[in-house]
């Protein structure tokens, strides 16, 4: 059993408590410093594999136009040294619009790259060893799709979580059976961290997503399989707008 809360000591800064009694009345207590950091409300992941009418620099670019606050770098194969100089291009355009820029999964391609940070899952590099690399500065989002995921995100030191698949999702391969709105409130609940909604995320739930908490979206065929990402985009950014 984990407890965990948040108390703002600065505006600044927040102290997260975390209780853990795993042992009956043995308990562990640790307490974590960490600087806020703004996470963005609506996630674009680019993708070259379901589509290939756009480059991931052009989907950037769209979604950027389109209204996205955070551009995801998602690349599952190629080359390092391709993958490095499609981020480090991503990256240029990011900062130019002042648009967050975070590489999944490839620590070492945000090293080289300068991005904001990594989106890392639950078998890839792991977190505690991210921020080593990377440094308390950088923004570190973990993926979880249950509870004891989620809470293991948190204990790590993870900035926010992709909590999902929230609907059923053919995008992500490796993805989970769909856990629905009422998990998703639940992880809202409990997780002291800005919960971004993942998987099967359209134009027709997006309003629900939102009602039950999270804090934002990430989105990769309902921006990148679309005949105009930037028009997609910003009916998105409308529906993340109302709340």
Do not use: W
């Amino acid at each position: 059993m984990v407890l965990q809360r948040v108390v703002l000591v600065r505006p600044e800064e927040r102290v997260i408590l975390i209780e853990a009694m795993p042992f009956g009345r043995d308990r562990a207590f640790a307490i974590r410093r960490k600087k806020v950091k703004k996470i963005g409300r609506f996630h674009v992941l680019t993708d070259t594999c379901l589509q290939t009418q756009f480059s991931h620099l052009e989907l950037a670019e769209l979604a950027i136009a389109g209204g996205a606050d955070t551009i995801q770098f998602r690349e599952k194969g190629g080359e390092t040294r391709e993958m490095i100089r499609d981020a480090e291009q991503i990256q240029t355009l990011c900062k130019r619009a002042g648009v967050t820029f975070i590489v999944n999964d490839r620590v070492d391609v945000a090293i080289a790259s300068h991005a904001d940070g990594v989106h890392l899952g639950q078998n890839d590099f792991p977190i505690p060893l991210a921020r080593k690399l990377l440094g308390e500065g950088a923004i570190i989002g973990g993926s979880a799709g249950n509870m004891e995921e989620a809470r293991k995100c948190l204990l790590e030191g993870a900035d926010y979580i992709g909590f999902g698949p929230v609907y059923f999702t053919a995008s992500k391969e490796d993805a989970g059976p769909a856990g629905g709105l009422d998990l998703l409130k639940q992880a809202v609940a409990e997780i002291p961290l800005p919960i971004i909604a993942i998987g099967g995320i359209t134009r027709e739930n997006t309003p629900r997503v939102i009602q039950a908490g999270a804090h934002g979206i990430a989105v990769i065929s309902a921006v990148c399989c679309q005949q105009d990402p930037a028009e997609a985009t910003q009916c998105l950014r409308r529906l993340l707008e109302v709340d």
